[in-house]
Each structure stands twice: as structure tokens, then as C-alpha cells.
């Protein structure tokens, strides 16, 4: 399609914009973008549909079909209203809706609390931001059957988002995902939206404090260890929420485990969407916790925690052996929290023997050979911690789940929620970093003790941008030809398993297949080597990009041998990136 073609379609579905269904600042914003001799901003608004997907939806705040507004919003909560009422038809339904600190995020609550409750739907709506991990724990807490939460969680300031939960508190899966973006593409205009201008007020109750005790209270009942927190009480912890939800419950999270040592980043302690402090509000990024590490120097502090604006997941620092700051990643934050979750249940006797843990496909092997040497069963799942709640659902009332979590900073230690839980992370990283100031160690020291009693690894994530249709056609290509013409060595080291997640197949070196355990294809594929290197490939369902996740082994006999190690691990990542081609 040409240029003008795509003008065409874009001024056509403008124009039907351009009618009384439509608010009149949203009518003068588009005869703006209409009047401008530059149609970029037009064709951007309009040129599709912003889509309802198994996430929800997620894009940039303005007007037009292609962005984040109440009409889009609004079109979003009737046919999730719809999908319920289907559901359930004889039974009064009710929701929880919840949002984080982003620009128009309560404008975006409200206007789904209305829909919601025109539709005769009872309608539990937050006071103000919580974290998403509450509101998955307030749809379980209050017996809802849905729960929404408006949030872009760790996106740039221009995003905003739409996650949609079931009555377990975990995002949706199959088949209540397909049926609900039906519905959704069903709703093609603001007349079909009920409650779009207001709703029924009979129908929304306010919750805030009831809900946070209620929640806090479970969460302190993942305290594994309390005396060793009594004993260090005083440990110094450096925490920011990055203008975001975290602010609201992880300082009284920490205090009611007993810390009593607790700074928050002042400048960051200040509800804004706009994040004025950063460059990106997430915690994966160095520069996000800048704030924080320099206050934790000023304090000579023990450890520094960070949460995402909806807290999430959650970011750290520590002191290395030399006293220098740096940063814990996703997959030594999943490790730290299993070793200590599972040596310390072990130490107070608490193991009745039907425990399990879960990490994603991607997510760092060291996990499994920590719950193999200690018996405990251990789940593979797809990426996205909606998965990680199946495996809970699927085992509750038979299993014991413990812990859980994946390499892009996500880990939930509790069953009562369902998503990753930033407020529970940091309350229990804190009683870690207490266990180990016990024996006068650091978060660090004890990271180190994981790689000599497992063995070391080093990982890390290549993303191969490849924009537009071209870009599409480029990575398919890629895929289909890693599928089908694998590498038979990989930096030196034979390919002695092969994993498709599209197909479903595992094959070995000598061509043997195996059938692999997951719900649903899926396109990934994955690659192991004699050496212990995990290469994992797929594109990304969200950008633009082909991702190669990277895992590298080595033995570790000492601290000493840790700098080696990573120098070892980034050259031959470099070989993995020379024969992969990435």
C-alpha cells in the first residue's frame, strides 16, 4: 500500500472521529492533525487499530484508534463487561480496578469503573495507584471474577497500558483470552460503550486501607527467618519506586517485617508520570537507580532496591569485594531469592516434601540444579509470569509452590498473588541481605556462594532490531532458517540437544526426538551444547526484534576466580554472536 493509499484510510476513519460520539477536545485535537500540512502525526494515530492482545493492550496516550484513550479504553472494558456477563450469566459479576502513578492512568480507572458498573457489573476500585500485585491479590481476596489495571509498567512516560486478570488474580490465558479479544473487536463505536459518560455509582465501592492491611498481612507471612531480622534490625536499605506505586506499600512493608533503617530517594519518592528523575523508569537500567546508589554511598548503606512504576519487578545493587556498587541482573535475582527460599525452609524444618519452584524457558539453568541437589521439583513455562501462575493453578491443593521467576526481574514467592510482586521481593530481599549480614556477609558474598557450590554462569540478552515490513519478512526468515538448519557447533562446542517450542520437539545429537510439555506452540527455539551453553532464540511479540538469550557455564573454586569467569563468558559471547550471525 502507497503512501497515499494509507493517507487515505487514515483521513477516512479520522473523519469518523469527527462526530458528536466524540468528545470535542478529542474532535479539535484530530482537526489539528488533519490541517497540519505534515500528515505524520495523522497517519501515526490512525493507520490501525490499537490492538486488544493476549496482554491486554499498551501504546502511546492520544487520540486516535492507534493510541491510549478513553475510547480505546472504554472499547477494551465493554467487551471484557460482555466476556464476563457470558461467563458467568447467573451470578452477580464483580471486578477490581486498579492503576499505577502514568498521566491519565485514573482518568482511564474511572472511566472502566463507569463501564464496568453500567453494565450491572459490581466495580472494587482503588483509591488511588497500588501496585499491581495487589490488585491481582485483591480479585482472589475479594472473590471477583475479573481485574483490571491500567499501567505501561516500565515503558517511557508517552505509554499507558491495559492488563486484564481472571478470577485466579493471574492475566489471562486460553481460552478466556481469545473469547475476550473477540468481544473486544466487536465494540466499533462510542455508542456501543455503555457508561462511557458516566455510570452507576451504586454499583463502585471505593477500597484502599481494608485491602492494603489484608494484603501486607500476607505478605509478612513469607518472613522465612524473623529472629535473624530482629538480630539485624538495623541493616541499612536504600529503596526508590521510581515515582511509582512502590511508594505506597514496600516502606510499610519493610517496617512491618521489623526493619528499622529504611531511606527512601526523596526525589523519587514524588508521585509523577512524568518521571522527571530518569531517563526510563526501569530498574533494569543502570541510570534508573543513580539516585539511589548515590544516597546509598552518602549512608554507607547495605543494600539498594528499586520497583517499577505498577511494582512489579524489582532492581538491586550491592557492594562487590571491592566495595563498588553494582548491579544484581534478572537471573542472579531469581537465583539469590530460590538458594535462600530453599537452603533456609530447609534450616527451620519447614519442607513437607511436595514443594515446587518455576522459572521460564530463557530464565538461567543454575535454578534447576539448585532444586535437583535439594529435591525439589522444578517447572519450565513460557515467558511471562501468567505462565508461572498456570503452573500454580494447575499444582494448587496438591503442591506446594514456593517461589518463582524469570530473567527480566520478575519473582513471585507467594501463592496468594499471581503476578511478579515488587512488594514481597523487596521485603524479602531485605531478610536475605539480614541473613547474610548474620554471618558477615553481603548480598554479593552470598552470590558468589551460589556459583562455587553450582558452578558459575553468565548471561546475557542480544536484541537484532530489524523495523517495518521488511524487518518482519527478515526476522521470519531467520527463524525458519535457525529451524531448519541448525547449528551443528557453537563456539566450539557440539549441539547435543535441540528444543522447538513451535513443534513441540526436542532432538538430540543422534536425531532422536522427544515430545516437549508446554500448553501451547510457541515460536522459540533453543539450543544446547556439550560445554553447558543455552542459547535461546525468538522474536519479540511486542517489538520489532529478534532476541538471542545467552547462558554461558564455567567452574568458579573461588571468589578470585569470579573476574576471570565473566571474561571467559563475554568472549566466547562473543563467538556464540559470530556463528549465530546476531
Not at 118 to 130: P, Q, S, V
Not at 451 to 478: C, L, Q, R
Request: proline content about 5%; overall charge negative; some cysteine.
Amino acid at each position: 500500500m502507497d503512501n497515499t493509499e494509507i493517507l487515505k484510510q487514515c483521513e477516512a476513519k479520522a473523519n469518523q472521529w469527527l462526530t458528536p460520539a466524540y468528545d470535542e477536545d478529542t474532535q479539535a485535537e484530530i482537526r489539528r492533525m488533519m490541517d497540519n500540512q505534515d500528515k505524520t502525526e495523522l497517519i501515526e494515530a490512525f493507520y490501525k487499530n490499537l490492538e486488544f492482545g493476549t496482554g491486554g493492550l499498551r501504546g502511546i496516550m492520544g487520540v486516535g484508534s492507534n493510541r491510549m484513550n478513553i475510547y480505546t479504553v472504554g472499547a477494551a472494558t465493554q467487551g471484557l463487561s460482555n466476556y464476563i456477563l457470558k461467563t458467568f450469566p447467573d451470578r452477580q459479576c464483580s471486578v477490581v480496578v486498579g492503576h499505577d502513578c502514568r498521566n491519565n492512568s485514573r482518568l482511564f480507572a474511572e472511566t472502566s469503573a463507569n463501564i464496568f458498573s453500567a453494565n450491572g457489573i459490581k466495580t472494587y476500585l482503588f483509591e488511588d495507584m497500588r501496585p499491581t500485585p495487589e490488585m491481582s491479590f485483591a480479585i482472589r481476596h475479594l472473590g471477583c471474577q475479573s481485574g483490571i489495571i491500567l499501567t505501561a509498567s516500565h515503558n517511557p512516560k508517552e505509554y499507558n497500558g491495559y492488563k486484564a486478570y481472571w478470577d485466579d488474580g493471574a492475566q489471562v490465558l486460553a481460552p478466556h483470552d481469545k473469547g475476550i479479544i473477540e468481544e473486544v473487536e466487536k465494540i466499533t463505536s462510542p455508542e456501543q460503550i455503555k457508561g462511557l459518560n458516566g455510570g452507576n455509582p451504586s454499583l463502585i465501592q471505593t477500597i484502599g486501607e481494608e485491602v492494603d492491611k489484608a494484603y501486607l498481612n500476607q505478605v509478612h507471612t513469607l518472613s522465612i527467618d524473623p529472629a535473624v531480622i530482629r538480630r539485624q534490625h538495623d541493616l541499612k536499605i536504600v529503596y526508590t519506586p521510581i515515582h511509582g506505586t512502590g511508594m505506597m506499600l514496600i516502606p510499610r512493608s519493610l517496617q512491618l517485617w521489623g526493619f528499622t533503617h529504611v531511606h527512601c530517594v526523596p526525589e523519587q519518592m514524588v508521585k509523577s508520570g512524568d518521571f522527571p528523575t530518569v531517563v526510563s523508569p526501569n530498574p533494569e537500567n543502570a541510570e534508573a537507580l543513580s539516585l539511589a546508589i548515590q544516597l546509598a554511598k552518602s549512608i554507607d548503606a547495605d543494600i539498594v532496591m528499586a520497583s517499577d512504576p505498577d511494582a512489579d519487578r524489582v532492581g538491586m545493587a550491592c557492594k562487590d569485594s571491592e566495595g563498588q556498587w553494582t548491579l544484581i541482573n534478572g537471573n542472579q535475582t531469581a537465583l539469590i531469592f530460590l538458594y535462600y527460599i530453599i537452603k533456609n525452609r530447609i534450616a527451620q524444618g519447614l519442607m513437607k516434601g511436595n514443594e515446587f519452584v518455576v522459572k521460564t524457558i530463557v530464565t538461567t539453568e543454575l535454578i534447576k540444579q539448585i532444586a535437583d541437589k535439594n529435591h525439589i521439583e522444578m517447572f519450565d513455562c513460557y515467558t511471562g509470569f501468567k505462565w508461572i501462575a498456570r503452573e500454580i493453578r494447575i499444582n494448587e491443593g496438591i503442591k506446594q509452590y514456593i517461589g518463582g521467576g524469570e530473567e527480566s526481574y520478575g519473582f513471585l514467592a507467594e501463592d496468594f498473588v499471581r503476578d511478579k510482586d515488587a512488594v514481597s521481593a523487596c521485603s524479602l530481599l531485605a531478610e536475605i541481605c539480614a541473613w547474610a549480614k548474620d554471618q558477615g556477609k553481603t548480598l554479593y558474598d552470598i552470590l558468589m556462594d551460589i556459583y562455587m557450590d553450582y558452578g558459575f554462569s553468565h548471561e546475557t540478552t542480544i536484541n537484532v532490531v530489524k523495523p517495518g515490513k521488511s524487518g518482519a519478512d527478515e526476522i521470519k526468515s531467520m527463524m525458519e532458517n535457525y529451524r531448519h538448519n541448525p547449528p551443528t557447533t557453537i563456539a566450539g562446542s557440539p549441539v547435543t540437544l535441540v528444543k522447538d517450542y513451535q513443534s513441540l520437539t526436542a532432538t538430540d545429537a543422534q536425531g532422536r526426538r522427544t515430545p516437549l510439555q508446554q500448553p501451547e506452540p510457541s515460536n522459540v527455539l533453543q539450543y544446547f551444547t556439550a560445554d553447558g551453553t543455552k542459547v535461546s532464540v525468538r522474536p519479540s511479540g511486542t517489538e520489532p526484534k529478534i532476541k538471542f538469550y545467552l547462558e554461558i557455564k564455567d567452574t568458579m573454586p573461588s571468589y578470585i576466580d569470579y573476574p576471570r569467569c565473566v571474561n571467559r563468558a563475554t568472549e566466547k559471547a562473543q563467538l556464540i554472536r559470530r556463528d549465530l550471525g546476531c
